[in-house]
């Protein structure tokens, strides 16, 4: 298994202040991840991977690009799509634990 440390970075579209993450995420076989994830209040945007979510704290409201908007908080459990472009307002400091399956690559 793979493990990644807690890590904390800032992360905010292109400014050098705003929101910060922080996580700590392992892999039995590289395409399976599993993790706890949380962010500072702010706004960001990412471009997803196939994940599944489950809030443990906080609360943020998520647009995805031509689509809907929805908030989340504890308890919630959303779905991503691998692709979605999202922006991210986060309105308390979130945390999440999430899973990431990545597609099999053709050999």
């Given at each position: 298994?793979?493990?990644?440390?807690?890590?904390?970075?800032?992360?905010?579209?292109?400014?050098?202040?705003?929101?910060?993450?922080?996580?700590?995420?392992?892999?039995?076989?590289?395409?399976?991840?599993?993790?706890?994830?949380?962010?500072?209040?702010g706004?960001?945007?990412?471009?997803?991977?196939?994940?599944?979510?489950?809030?443990?704290?906080?609360?943020?409201?998520?647009?995805?690009?031509?689509?809907?908007?929805?908030?989340?908080?504890?308890?919630?459990?959303?779905?991503?799509?691998?692709?979605?472009?999202?922006?991210?307002?986060?309105?308390?400091t979130?945390?999440?634990?999430?899973?990431?399956?990545?597609?099999?690559?053709?050999?």
């Open positions: 298994m793979t493990v990644r440390s807690p890590r904390e970075s800032p992360r905010s579209s292109g400014r050098t202040a705003g929101p910060r993450t922080a996580g700590a995420a392992g892999s039995e076989d590289g395409r399976r991840i599993r993790g706890v994830w949380q962010i500072t209040p706004v960001v945007t990412d471009t997803e991977a196939d994940e599944l979510f489950v809030v443990l704290s906080g609360s943020a409201t998520i647009e995805v690009e031509g689509g809907t908007a929805f908030t989340v908080g504890p308890g919630d459990m959303a779905v991503l799509r691998a692709g979605d472009r999202t922006t991210w307002t986060v309105h308390e979130l945390r999440k634990v999430y899973a990431i399956t990545t597609p099999v690559e053709d050999s």
